[in-house]
């Protein structure tokens, strides 16, 4: 059982749409998947067409309900939504002392990890109280960046408070790889990002994925439309690279 956190400090690097049609894929497969949006933008609640006028994340982090009443079939995985509310939880929770630790007692308490194999969490971009609740709940994080400088930046940032988080909260998250997302390879900015990408894995003990994520239409399409890329198009090349990532991320295991 996989507890796995999608993360970059920095925006516009295609987080909700790897959580998304990860999960997609992982589902498809075989494969028991729910995704939890931590992100106040709601983008992964949107782009698959969650309601987000019921029970969210919010309601399940300020103890209201149980993990399990939020949850949401899909088209083909489950998720817990979220919407702007959440962006209240920081303030909310300033004086908690346990509160970096409101997701993983909420999944601990439905037992979720027995419900399914995979459990996919979206965050905003930034690193404040939902980011550290998904790393502390996770057992990996899968980074995804694009070819910019700033991507780069947010990894190592991300870095730093993935290595205070296990200081100062008692867990240990593991990066599981950086995957670049919207990359064109026949552009030299994408190929010198990669290389400049090529250095961080040792400073932060993990890995590139061979595996990256061509840039491509269908996914902004899906998106719009609030649709199931997998389903709508799974011969798409954006769904063949997130299959082959799937297969690259868990053959170890």
Do not use: W
Request: proline residues 4%.
């Amino acid at each position: 059982m996989e507890v796995i956190c999608v993360a970059n400090q920095k925006g516009g690097v295609a987080k909700s749409a790897t959580t998304a049609i990860l999960a997609s894929v992982l589902t498809r497969k075989g494969n028991r998947v729910l995704a939890i949006d931590m992100d106040p933008q709601g983008s992964l609640s949107k782009q698959v067409g969650a309601n987000i006028n019921g029970h969210e994340v919010y309601d399940v982090l300020k103890g209201n309900i149980s993990a399990r009443d939020a949850i949401q079939a899909m088209e083909s995985f489950h998720i817990i939504p979220t919407s702007i509310i959440l962006a209240g939880l920081e303030a909310e929770l300033m004086t908690d002392m346990g509160k970096y630790f409101k997701l993983r007692d909420a999944i601990e308490r439905a037992k979720l990890t027995e419900l399914y194999d995979y459990i996919i969490i979206d965050t905003p971009p930034s690193l404040g109280v939902p980011t550290v609740n998904a790393i502390v709940a996770a057992n990996k994080v899968l980074v995804p960046t694009d070819a910019d400088c700033d991507s780069i930046n947010g990894i190592i940032q991300l870095n730093t408070t993935i290595q205070n988080v296990k200081k100062y909260c008692h867990v240990d998250p593991q990066i599981m790889g950086i995957v670049f997302t919207k990359f064109d390879p026949r552009q030299n900015n994408s190929k010198d990002m990669m290389s400049l990408a090529m250095r961080v894995p040792d400073a932060l003990n993990t890995r590139v994925f061979g595996t990256y994520i061509r840039a491509a239409v269908a996914v902004r399409e899906a998106k719009s439309r609030a649709k199931d890329l997998v389903a709508s198009n799974p011969t798409s090349n954006v769904v063949l690279d997130y299959s082959s990532l799937a297969e690259e991320m868990f053959k170890e295991g």
